[in-house]
C-alpha cells in the first residue's frame, strides 16, 4: 500500500521547535522529489519547502526561510522538517507530498498535482 504519514506535531509555545516526520511505504522516497506544505485555519493550502533527489537542493517559502530544515534520509524512506523559531503564525496542517517528477511551492506551480499526499498533522504555536 502506498502511503505517507506525518509524525511529530502538536503544542508548542513559541520560539519553540518541532521536527516532524513524513515516513513512505510502498514506494522509494529516493526517487521522488519531496515537498512539506501547510494549510492554516481559513487559509489556503501553501508550499513550506521542497528537496529534490537529484541534487538535493531545497527551497523553502520566505516565511519559514532561516528557521526551518528540509532534509531527508533514504535508508529510513523518510523525510523531515525541523521547524524551530517557531511562531503563531506557523499554527496549521502540515502535509507532506511526493513526486517522481517535481514539487512546486506555489499552487501557480502545481503542488496539487503532485501524486502522493499525506493525510497531515497538526502543529500549533500558542503561549
Known amino acids: 500500500q502506498v502511503q505517507l504519514v506525518e509524525s511529530g506535531g502538536g503544542l508548542v509555545q513559541p520560539g519553540g521547535s518541532l521536527n516532524l516526520s513524513c515516513a513512505a511505504s510502498g514506494f522509494s522516497l529516493d526517487s521522488h522529489h519531496i515537498g512539506w506544505f501547510r494549510q492554516a485555519p481559513g487559509k489556503e493550502r501553501e508550499g513550506v519547502s521542497c528537496?529534490?533527489?537529484?541534487?538535493?537542493?531545497?527551497v523553502y517559502a520566505e516565511s519559514v526561510k532561516g528557521r526551518f530544515t528540509i532534509s531527508r534520509d533514504n535508508a529510513k524512506n523518510t523525510v523531515y522538517l525541523q521547524m524551530n523559531s517557531l511562531k503563531p503564525d506557523d499554527t496549521a496542517v502540515y502535509y507532506c507530498a511526493a513526486d517522481p517528477d517535481y514539487c512546486a511551492l506555489t499552487r501557480a506551480g502545481n503542488f496539487d498535482g503532485m501524486h502522493y499526499w499525506g493525510e497531515g498533522i497538526l502543529v500549533t504555536v500558542s503561549s
Open positions: 528537496v529534490g533527489y537529484t541534487r538535493y537542493l531545497p
